[in-house]
C-alpha cells in the first residue's frame, strides 16, 4: 500500500511540474466574452453553427446526442480542447462536428468562446440516469464509483479521480478539467476513447493513424496511464458517481475555484 501511495504521490507531482503554472495558462485563455457569447448563441457564418445548438443555452449538454456539460469548464481546458480539435490532434467521434467547426474559428473566436464558456454557472445537473436505464442504456453503480473517485482502486493500478480533478470532480484550480456533474453518456464515452487511446502507438498517434475511438489528446498520457487500468465495470461506476456529484456537500462548502 505505501508503495502505491508513493507511486501515485510521486506521478502527481510529475505532472504538476510539466504543466503550465495556474497563472500562465490563466493568461492564456484570456478573451473577449461578448464576442464568445455571439458565436456560442448565434454561430458564426456558415461553417460554424451555434454551440447551444448541442450543448444548450445554459451550457449542459444533452446526452441523446452525447455532447458535454461546457458550464462550470475551466476556460484553459475548453480552448486546449477547441485548438486540438482544430489541429486534428483531437478527433470528435461523438458530434462528429467539431473538428470542422474549430478548424472554422479563428484562434482568438476560440479563446472567446473559452472566455464566455467559462461564465456559465448553471445549476450542477447531471444525467437523469433512471431515464437512461428506462431507454436501454447500461448504468453503473455510484457507490461503487464514489470509492473509485474518491480512494482509486490500488489493486489495479487506478488512483482517485479527486487527486488531480478535486472534490467530487469540481476542478482543481485551472489545472483539470471539472468532470463532475457532467454527462454520463459523455463521461463513460471518453473513459473508454482514453483506454482504446493507451492501446495505441506513439508512431501512430504522431501519423494520425489511429481509431476514431482513441482519444491520445490528454497532458502527459496522464489519463490514458490511468484508463487503461479500468474495467468495462469500473467506467461505468466512476460515469454515473461523476454525473450526480455536486461541488459541495454541508460539510465541504467551498465553491469550485475557477470563478
Not at 474559428?105 to 448553471?122: C, G, I, N
Not at 436505464?133 to 457507490?143: K, M, S, T, Y
Not at 501519423?207 to 502527459?220: L, V
Request: contains cysteine; aromatic residues 8%; hydrophobic residues 35%.
Amino acid at each position: 500500500m505505501k508503495r502505491t501511495i508513493s507511486t501515485m504521490g510521486a506521478f502527481a507531482l510529475l505532472a504538476w511540474f510539466a504543466l503550465p503554472t495556474a497563472a500562465a495558462v490563466a493568461e492564456e485563455a484570456l478573451g473577449n466574452v461578448n464576442n464568445g457569447r455571439v458565436i456560442f448563441q448565434m454561430g458564426k457564418g456558415d461553417d460554424v453553427p451555434a454551440c447551444q445548438g448541442c450543448h444548450g443555452i445554459d451550457g449542459n449538454g444533452n446526452d441523446e446526442v452525447g455532447s458535454p456539460r461546457l458550464a462550470y469548464q475551466v476556460d484553459t481546458y475548453i480552448l486546449k480542447q477547441l485548438t486540438d480539435f482544430a489541429q486534428d490532434k483531437r478527433t470528435d467521434f461523438t458530434m462528429y462536428q467539431m473538428n470542422d467547426i474549430s478548424k472554422a474559428l479563428t484562434e482568438q473566436d476560440r479563446r472567446d468562446l473559452a472566455a464566455y464558456v467559462h461564465t456559465l454557472k448553471s445549476p450542477y445537473i447531471g444525467s437523469n440516469l433512471d431515464q437512461l436505464r428506462r431507454d436501454g442504456a447500461e448504468i453503473g453503480d455510484a457507490h461503487e464509483g464514489k470509492m473509485i473517485a474518491e480512494y482509486g482502486a490500488p489493486g489495479h493500478g487506478v488512483p482517485a479521480c479527486k487527486s488531480c480533478h478535486g472534490f467530487h470532480g469540481r476542478s482543481a484550480g485551472r489545472m483539470y478539467p471539472a468532470i463532475g456533474g457532467q454527462n454520463y453518456v459523455y463521461l463513460k464515452s471518453q473513459l473508454e476513447a482514453f483506454r482504446a487511446g493507451a492501446n495505441t502507438s506513439a508512431a501512430d498517434i504522431a501519423s494520425g493513424n489511429k481509431e476514431d475511438n482513441a482519444r491520445t489528446n490528454d497532458y502527459m498520457a496522464q489519463m490514458r496511464a490511468v484508463a487503461k487500468n479500468l474495467t468495462d465495470a469500473d467506467i461505468a461506476n466512476v460515469a454515473a458517481f461523476l454525473t450526480l456529484a455536486r461541488p459541495n456537500t454541508p460539510g465541504n462548502p467551498r465553491s469550485p475555484s475557477h470563478q
